[in-house]
């Protein structure tokens, strides 16, 4: 439980979770695809912006 809970904080802080329009989340419901996605599309955001590169390690080995 301090595991998940650790994880969630960690994901609203960093924009990739932000639960419902009136400040609610729902941990333990489910996800659609759409919601999935976002959070998907968030996390890549954040990598992005982090390191500046939009290429995997794999490309990235490739291209030297």
């Given at each position: 439980?301090?595991?998940l809970c650790e994880a969630?904080?960690?994901a609203v802080e960093n924009g990739i979770l932000n639960g419902y329009g009136d400040g609610r989340s729902a941990?333990?419901?489910?996800?659609?695809?759409a919601q999935a996605a976002q959070m998907l599309k968030n996390f890549i955001e954040i990598g992005i912006?982090?390191?500046g590169r939009r290429t995997g390690n794999r490309?990235?080995?490739?291209?030297?």
């Open positions: 439980y301090r595991a969630m904080r960690w941990p333990s419901g489910q996800a659609t695809r912006r982090k390191t490309e990235r080995e490739q291209n030297k």
